[in-house]
């Protein structure tokens, strides 16, 4: 019998294959395992018999929620509202100012008028009707708007601190277009804007949209003053019925938090977060706890501190005493083990 040339090459790639394969964890032919993965009925059917079983976190046959891909667009656009040139890919001149503005003003309205409706649809003011749920929801996104060059007004003020306050800034333009802070805060302003006229749902996704981003967690309910700023903002927590006055400088990983939330929604409406009066400094990793506790102005609150009472002002609070050692590793000899990376 002849065998063609090609024919042999063949057979000795096979049996080179094989050989290889044995040194292998894993054959280099895959088993076909079609007959024993799920077909698109059958997981269809699995996620259907979840839902019933785990009710809980559906939202089906509902009232329709906000969308959160929506109001991250919205937010966006808002950005760009409020720092003109600074959010756009393109640059703005002068003379096109006035056209932009309102051609993105006029989506804004559309746009953010739908998700304040259907939140409001959510959870219905007592006062308004049904059939005025559209009209309120257009009035209130107005009035909204219209208090966009007050915003703008606290943001300049947010601005110049972080300038002021951080060697490292080299222009007012960097900080804007560079620092995480700026974002965050000016999302929570907006949101906290929203928030004090009762709108649900929106602010909170608006600034957890802008936590996602930044690190930085300000709830919209937190009255926050003017010169606002916080340095590096990663890991800042901000509750929501804090209060912090103008001038106050914070660094990364300070929280304003809640005592306990053990009894949970018992304390809906309770002042639960502390107060900070103006001028004050908070260092990196300091914790201040509860509804009652106010640091007076012109404090400054070392690095890593807990409070979970007030101070008066003009106070300084730092950690003493905090058992830190440094030693010679040679020293100490290889027979202690206390401390391995």
């Known amino acids: 019998m002849t065998v063609s040339v090609s024919s042999r090459s063949v057979r000795r790639d096979q049996a080179r294959n094989c050989r290889f394969s044995r040194r292998l964890a894993f054959l280099l032919t895959l088993r076909n395992t079609a007959t024993v993965q799920p077909t698109v009925t059958q997981l269809t059917d699995r996620l259907i018999a979840s839902y019933a079983s785990a009710g809980g976190i559906n939202h089906l046959d509902g009232k329709n929620l906000p969308s959160k891909r929506a109001i991250s667009i919205i937010t966006i656009d808002l950005l760009r509202l409020l720092f003109p040139g600074f959010f756009d890919e393109k640059l703005i001149h002068s003379s096109e100012i006035k056209v932009e503005t309102a051609a993105l003003l006029d989506t804004v309205l ?59 800034a080299l222009s007012k333009e960097e900080v804007i277009v560079a620092y995480p802070f700026i974002e965050a805060i000016a999302v929570q302003r907006l949101a906290h804007e929203l928030y004090r006229n009762d709108i649900p749902l929106i602010p909170r996704i608006m600034t957890e949209w802008a936590h996602a981003r930044t690190g930085m967690d300000l709830h919209p309910g937190a009255q926050i003053g003017t010169h606002f700023f916080v340095d590096h903002c990663t890991g800042t927590v901000v509750g929501e019925t804090t209060i912090i006055g103008d001038h106050v400088k914070m660094y990364q990983g300070v929280g304003l938090v809640a005592k306990s939330l053990a009894a949970g929604q018992a304390l809906r409406g309770q002042k639960r977060h502390p107060t900070i009066e103006d001028h004050v400094t908070i260092y990196a990793g300091a914790t201040i706890v509860g509804g009652d506790t106010v640091i007076g ?20 609070v730092v950690q003493k005493d905090a058992n830190v050692n440094v030693m010679s590793k040679k020293a100490r000899g290889k027979s202690s083990a206390e401390f391995q990376i």
């Open 297 to 316: 102005e012109h404090s400054t609150i070392g690095a890593n501190v807990t409070l979970t009472y007030g101070v008066p002002a003009h106070s300084l």
């Open 110 to 168: 559309g746009s953010l008028e739908d998700e304040v409706y259907k939140s409001l649809e959510y959870h219905p003011p007592k006062e308004v009707a049904k059939k005025d749920l559209r009209n309120f929801a257009h009035l209130r996104t107005l009035e909204f708007l219209n208090n966009l060059p007050q915003i703008r007004d606290l943001l300049q003020t947010d601005v110049e601190a972080a300038f002021k306050g951080d060697p490292a």
